[in-house]
């Protein structure tokens, strides 16, 4: 007997709502730009879409993608509303997945902001911004070896996504994935920036992005969101939009009335004008002869 949908949809009840809640409660910190509730966010990425699901989107869907071989739909209504999701929302806004979503991102994120910020080493943003294309390099490599062996075996040698499975689970790898996690305590999202593969493709679908961040005239010669951007994704003006993960820190900044600039210069003018408005005295009238 073939299952109806509503059978495939009763079966999969609890996993739609639950990654629908998560997606709502994604995209909610977003709007709202809450610093509490993005952190809610990535413990619920870790914890639910990670530990609980492993529920990722991965490099091997995009070589299922380039080979027509992408997971049965009805039995895979959960994650082909995250891969949807992944989608649409990098194409209106950018990579939101990689900043909200991906369970490994949000995991070091949460070590970003729990250890001590003097472990870390800062690299040096013309490094920062040359070392940031090896993640297409290994992109295009591995699309190319899929290409020509048809083999997706390669995938967890570039991506630590099987840490939240139970599989896969060998010496090498997992040599591999505590070498990875040591090296992150020290570069801040050194996988996210440098190294992955799925980020790179986010990153150049990105490029169709229609809602871009705002930018104020003094972001020319202001440099206070691109020294705070622990992405860089910001060059001067401009906003890097492959390389920009959503985060919201230049957003917060660009709203500040006391750190961005933009603001204390209208304040400033608004001010001065006030003074000169008060201080200025009207001239007396000239007294007539008979006075």
């Known amino acids: 007997e073939v299952p109806t949908w509503g059978d495939d949809l009763r079966a999969q009840a609890l996993d739609l709502g639950l990654v629908t809640a998560f997606l709502v409660l994604a995209f909610v910190s977003f709007f709202r730009k809450s610093v509490a509730l993005k952190y809610v966010t990535l413990v619920a990425a870790v914890a639910f879409l990670g530990v609980s699901k492993s529920l990722l989107i991965s490099i091997v869907n995009v070589f299922a993608l380039l080979g027509g071989n992408l997971p049965i739909f009805r039995p895979n209504l959960a994650w082909y509303l995250l891969a949807v999701v992944t989608v649409v929302s990098t194409i209106l806004w950018g990579r939101v997945y990689c900043g909200r979503i991906c369970a490994f991102g ?14 870390r080493v800062n690299v040096p943003r013309a490094i920062e911004r040359r070392a940031a294309w090896i993640k297409y390099g290994i992109l295009a490599a591995v699309i190319v070896y899929f290409i020509v062996t048809g083999n997706p075996g390669i995938y967890p040698y570039v991506e630590p996504f099987w840490l939240f499975g139970l599989h896969l689970r060998t010496p090498v790898l997992l040599t591999m994935l505590v070498t990875l996690l040591i090296a992150t305590v020290f570069v801040r999202n050194l996988y996210c920036r440098f190294l992955c593969p799925l980020g790179a493709f986010l990153g150049i679908l990105s490029t169709l992005t229609v809602f871009r961040i705002k930018r104020w005239s003094e972001c020319k010669h202001c440099r206070i969101c691109e020294k705070a951007c622990e992405w860089g994704a910001i060059k001067g003006p401009e906003i890097v939009m492959t390389e920009c993960v959503r985060c919201d820190d230049c957003e917060r900044l660009y ?37």
Do not use: F, N, Y
Not at 106 to 119: E, G, H, I, N, S
Not at 274 to 290: D, E, F, K, Q
């Open 255 to 291: 709203e500040d009335t006391k750190k961005c600039p933009h603001h204390l210069i209208i304040i400033r003018k608004a001010d001065i004008l006030a003074r000169r408005a008060g201080t200025t005295v009207s001239a007396p009238l000239p007294s007539s002869p008979g006075a």
């Open 106 to 119: 949000a995991l070091t994120q949460l070590m970003d902001r729990v250890l001590p910020a003097k472990w």
